[in-house]
Structure formats: structure tokens, C-alpha cells
């Protein structure tokens, strides 16, 4: 091959930058306020840079909760424009932390994020890309996959009088006919290996990152995740990519007390539910660590990326608007609970962010091909269901579904659920049917690669 005709060697970079908040700040995830009044472990920016030659791209990793899709435009053009990366070949993916710092509008209260909070976030996410164009070297790719069994529940269960319930309570378990769906229990791991520099894994999982709770600030176990695998393996960085895991979480009411999470006394020691955290972690990080010394070397020649618009449709609605806004104003003067309509907060906030809502709201599915990996960049949370289309219908061997990528758009349930009730069904911003148009934009981004 002539000289002019050579390839540049795949190169990759990483950056890494902490963004825990400052004591005080607003913690989002629950229809309740909280305030910061500890950290149990620091939140980071996490960056994965890489360039062929020819083309650049990057993936940003966050510790939050939710991805609000004009930050992250701009972040994606401040960052593209200053390093050279095409826009669309960034991907911000968040870890869904609910013990996380608020970052835009709080979806449950009428609070707001502080702009000085807002801005440092930005700036850390830029340093953090810039340290990982400092740390480019070459890079050979390397795939596993791992089975990461008894951590994942489903969480919408049918009850034995037609009914069907999210997160029942223990106490109901006799209740209960049966589960509806079934966890992805599924570890994706792409290993970076890099020449005089440190390996990178990336390592995607789907479930709730909910055990901690409270008014305490942390990464959950995606966190430990990655400080497990960086504590085991010496000289290795890591990143954690979430997967759809909109109808999955963290415990199930059939189990034992003791294994339950994590019994009674979980209700007023945040620490034991840190402890779960760093379970789950560990048991997520030893399947990486069993497999990635057998891990499969994979082509590691060139970039590409595409992206497709989705026009999901929504369920706007107007019947009860009245009886909706009663009940939030007494929900934001802290009064619901006495009032007796405290679980029906949520269906009267969705009533009346939907009053006005269009026919439809547009987002982007997106696609970046390392090599012979292909990242399935998609906003919101789709249940599980919706990512084992998408990757039955991948046509890459090696595909990786990452949810909350590039913007929030909440729940996004199978089609079935809009009939069967439940939580997630109940607050979706979509109608039935939404499901189909997110997996074929999904599956639309991969084929245009």
C-alpha cells in the first residue's frame, strides 16, 4: 500500500472531572424536595475520545440524573466546534442517578437549577474532553458480554384481581399472579486497550440506579461500577454507559427479608442502602472481570455516525384538568399528604404538562460506529422490551443500547402497557404506539452506518 494510501492508527483518548454539588443544592429524582447534606461518593464527567485520522468522536459520561437536551446541545457544539468533532458524533449519556444534582427545571416541584451549579457542570464536561484529546494513543478494541444475575427486577407486576402494579409493596406479594416482562441481566463491555497508556473499559448495563435515596449525594452503583473495576484491574479507566431500563429495578418483593432491599430497616439508614449500592456494583463489575480476559478483539478501523429524527407521538389530554391543577396546588403548598391525594400527584402534574401538548414531540436516535462497535444512542427510558428490538434488529454484531443519551424524554413503555396501567404508563408524555417510531428511528440511525 502506498504511503498516501495508509491508514492512521485508531486512536483514544480519556478525561475525567468531578462535579459533585455543593451542600445545599437540590437533589432530583423523587416527587419530594431534597437538599444535599452529605456525599457518600463524588460524582464525575467521564470522556471517551476517538480519532481515526480522518473523523473524531466522543462520549461524555455523567453522574446525574437527567440529560436536558439544550444543555446538551450546547455542550455538543462548544466541545464539537473546539476540538474538531462533529456534533452529532457526541453522545451525553447520564448514569440516571436519583441521588444526583438537579440540572434544569425539577420535573416533580416548581424548583430550578442554579445557573452558577449549571455552569460549572459545562465547564467540566469541556475539561474533560480536552484532557481526553490530551490523552490520545492507539487503541486496539476488544468485546464481552456477561450475565449479571439477581440485581435486575422487573418492577410492574399483574396482580390476581386484573390490576397491574409498580413496585408493589412486600406485604402484597401473596397478591401478585406474576411479573410482566423480564430483565436484560446482560453485561456489554467494550475494552479499550492502549499502547503506553492506561485501558479503557465501557461498560453498559440497564437498571434503576435508585438504592440510595435520601438526601445524601451519589453515584449509585453505576458508580462503584467503575471504581471497582479501576481499584481491580491496575492502569484501567472507566466508564458507565445506562442501559433501556425504564420497567426494571433493584429489588422485587418475592425475596427473602433478608435479601430483600434491604428489610425495614433500609427505610431509615441511607448507609444500608449504599451498601446495596455497592453490591450491585461489585456483582456488575465481577462479570466484567470474568470476562474480559477472554475478550474478543474486534476491528478497530474507522468512524462513522448518523443520526434520525423521531417524532414520537404524545397522549395530550384535558379531561380532569381542573381536578389536576386542585391537586397540585396543594401538592406544591405541601398539603397532598393531608389531603388524602398524594398518589395522584403524579397523574395530575402529567395531566397538566400534557394540556397543551402537540401532536407530537421530535427527538433524535443516534448512531456512532468505532471500528467493528456500534454505540445505539437514544433519548429517555425505553423499557427493555424496546432494546431487545432494537438489538434484534441491529445489523452489527456488536451493538450497545445506551438510554438517556443527548436528551430526557421519560418513560418510554411497550405498547401493551398503555392498556395494562402502571406507573410509567400513567406519567408518559406518549401515546401508544411511540414505542414503534423509537425503535425503527433507533434501528434507522444504525442502518444509515
Known sequence: MAETEKKTALLCGFGKREITPPLGAPIVGYYKQRFNEGVIDPLYVRAALFRDGEKSALILALDLCLVHKPWADRIREKVGKTFDIDPDAILINVSHTHSGPLTAKDFASDLEADPAYVAF?????????????????????????????????????????????????????????????????????????????????????????DTVGYTYISADWPGYVCSTLEGAIPGSKCMFLLGPQGDVNHFTPFLPKRGRLMSEKHKEDFREKALHARYMGRVIAGAVLGGCDRAEEIGNEGISFAVTEMKLPTNRMTEGLEEAKRINEL????????????????????????????????????????????????????????????????????TMVCCLTNSSCGYVPSGRAYEEGGYEATTSSFAKGADDVFVQAAVEALKKL
Open 121 to 209: 457542570l459545562e465547564e467540566q464536561a469541556f475539561c474533560a474532553a480536552g484532557e481526553a484529546v490530551m490523552d490520545l494513543a492507539p487503541a486496539r478494541l476488544f468485546t464481552a458480554e456477561a450475565q449479571a444475575k439477581g440485581i435486575s427486577f422487573v418492577r410492574r407486576y399483574r396482580m390476581k384481581d386484573g390490576s397491574y402494579v409498580t413496585n408493589p409493596a412486600p406485604e402484597s406479594a401473596d397478591q401478585i399472579d406474576c411479573a410482566v416482562g423480564e430483565p436484560d441481566e446482560t453485561v456489554r463491555t467494550l475494552i479499550v486497550r492502549r499502547e503506553g497508556a492506561d485501558d479503557i473499559y465501557l461498560v453498559n448495563f440497564g437498571t434503576h440506579p
Open 331 to 398: 401538592y406544591l403548598a405541601g398539603k397532598a399528604q393531608e389531603a388524602g391525594v398524594s398518589g395522584r400527584v403524579v397523574w395530575a402534574r402529567k395531566v397538566i404538562r400534557m394540556s397543551e401538548a402537540p401532536e407530537f414531540y421530535p427527538y433524535n436516535a443516534y448512531a456512532l460506529k468505532i471500528g467493528d462497535f456500534v454505540f445505539s444512542g437514544v433519548p429517555g427510558e425505553p423499557f427493555t422490551e424496546l432494546g431487545r428490538r432494537i438489538y434484534a434488529a441491529s445489523p452489527f454484531e456488536h
